[in-house]
């Protein structure tokens, strides 16, 4: 008899589920195990937002002002997931239909739920409004508001939304992706900035305020931080958000350039990763369109993009939840970076192999945990090799994290026949275990695999290392009862 993941029953039991129900509802696959000779010790057992005190992990829940998915078909895998934020875009045009008149039933709906999940959503200010002339569109690239009767109408939907969700809604994202838009100079991003920053500080003080939301032009960013530091309005930035889509999920590039930007300018403003994921498929529309997608390329993608920002204590929000088709708007075909696979009616087939990665990540890396600067520690590896150590606030247990790097991920579920060595300073194991973060299976430590050299030093030998992420940790942390 097969045996089923935890979180299969979850999929199996979507009939009793509020919402509207799929039409096809599949169990997903089992995903393959990693070909790992040790001896298994158990499975990782995921935890739920609501059991979460608090994390760096956002997820994507975007396109729904668009009406391109749809949130009661697949909000019962939101809370489950682990994740303690989640992005939203506001829509103007899906709220205001009528000149002056708000609608904000199907958006209190969503947030709503969501904070009733455990999960804190976070509201993109954005796209156009057709209503108005000069009011832009409601897709992504098809223009901003422009004229000064459009430019007003934003102003009262920005302070109505504002006004509206502030005790629900604690931070706010200003536009998606300026400097991917043809019709929006850096100047006029600015001034848009500007003018939504100041309305949202006058209504809810305590509000954070992101920026940006960078596709991929640093010079872009950096043109927009000087207008508004000879504007005076820096101080209006609480976070900077940028986005990447890179072959490699290693590459964090952007965020080095982006803080190199920063330095340069004196200026103390956090970055956060605001959008980014991997096709689960080949040709999938949107960025990617080239990455060899599967459902095991994907969820090995993902694994290595999150911990990749989390060693560099970026917070991350993943893209997205829910795959969905364009519709031909603006594009053609199924964007599948999303966790759950769709139906043609937008309900959920299953949830992809990537869904119980994530879960896996969001269940052990939580706020409980602080990176360890300056880990040090000696490798021997034939292949690049990354690596970082994390405590336990309260106990200081040790958790170490690695995986090759190199390359982009494959299809491989073989460790290399090059088993790693470890030589660790500091850190010492009581019951240590290896746990792939990709299947949750937790495996034991055969006899004499890790044993302590010298006072305060720790070898652990022939470490079974492959392209996607395992970590090395006491067997309470991922075994929990």
């Known amino acids: 008899m097969r045996r089923l993941r935890p979180w299969s029953f979850l999929v199996l039991g979507l009939s009793c589920v509020a919402g509207q129900p799929a039409t096809r509802t599949e169990a997903p696959p089992t995903p393959e195990r ?33 009406d391109l998915a749809d949130y009661q078909k697949f909000r019962q895998y939101l809370g489950p997931l682990g994740a303690k934020q989640a ?11 009528q000149a002056g008149v708000f609608d904000f039933k199907w958006l209190d709906a969503i947030v709503d739920d969501m904070r009733g999940q455990g999960v804190q959503p976070w509201l993109q200010l954005s796209y156009g409004n057709p209503i108005y002339p000069g009011g832009g569109g409601r ?3 098809d223009g901003v508001p422009q004229s000064p009767a459009a430019l007003a109408a934003w102003d009262n939907w920005v302070r109505a939304v504002v006004r509206h969700f502030r005790g ?22 600015a001034n848009l900035f500007t003018r939504t ?24 960013a950096e043109a927009f931080l000087l207008c508004l530091r000879e504007q005076g309005k820096v101080s209006l930035i609480d976070a900077i958000t940028y986005h990447g889509y890179p072959m490699n999920p290693d590459d964090t590039s952007l965020a080095d350039q982006l803080r190199a930007v920063l330095q340069r300018h004196a200026l103390e403003i956090p970055i956060r990763q605001g959008e980014t994921g991997a096709p689960s498929a080949r040709g999938t529309s949107g960025a990617l369109g080239g990455f060899p997608g599967s459902e095991v390329t994907q969820a090995k993608w993902i694994l290595r993009r999150m911990l990749a920002h989390h060693a560099r204590g970026i917070p991350f929000n993943l893209f997205l939840l829910m795959e969905f088709d364009y519709a031909g708007q603006p594009h053609t075909g199924m964007n599948s970076k999303g966790l759950l696979k769709a139906n043609a009616d937008k309900s959920v087939a299953y949830p992809k192999q990537a869904y119980q990665a994530v879960q896996n990540v969001c269940t052990l890396f939580d706020d409980t945990f602080v990176r360890v600067p300056n880990f040090a520690y000696h490798a021997y590896a034939r ?34 026949p090059y088993k790693v060595d470890l030589l660790l300073d500091g850190m010492e194991f009581k019951d240590p275990v290896i746990a792939d973060l990709r299947t949750g299976v937790v495996y034991e430590f055969p006899a004499n695999h890790v044993s302590t ?9 022939k470490l079974p290392v492959y392209d996607s992420p395992i970590v090395l940790a006491e067997r309470s942390m991922v075994l929990r009862k």
């Open 34 to 66: 990693t070909r790992i000779s040790w001896k298994e010790a158990g499975q990782m057992k995921p935890r739920a937002a609501r059991e979460i005190s608090g994390s760096a992990w956002s997820i994507g829940c975007e396109v729904l002002d668009r």
């Open 168 to 189: 629900r809604i604690e931070a706010w994202e200003v536009w998606n992706e300026p400097d991917g838009s043809t019709q929006m100079s850096v100047i006029d991003y």
């Open 139 to 141: 897709m992504l690239g």
């Open 453 to 461: 050299v010298a006072p305060g030093r720790v070898l652990v030998r």
């Open 87 to 97: 992005r939203l875009q506001a829509g103007w045009a899906k709220t205001e239909q």
């Open 383 to 416: 292949h690049p090799l990354a690596v970082t150590g994390y405590r336990q606030k309260i106990t200081g247990a040790p958790l170490i994290a690695l995986w090759y790097h190199g390359e982009v991920p494959t299809e491989s579920l073989e460790p290399s």
């Open 197 to 220: 920053a100041e309305i949202i500080r006058a209504e809810q003080p305590e509000g954070k305020i992101y920026a940006l939301s960078l596709s991929t032009n640093v010079v872009y």
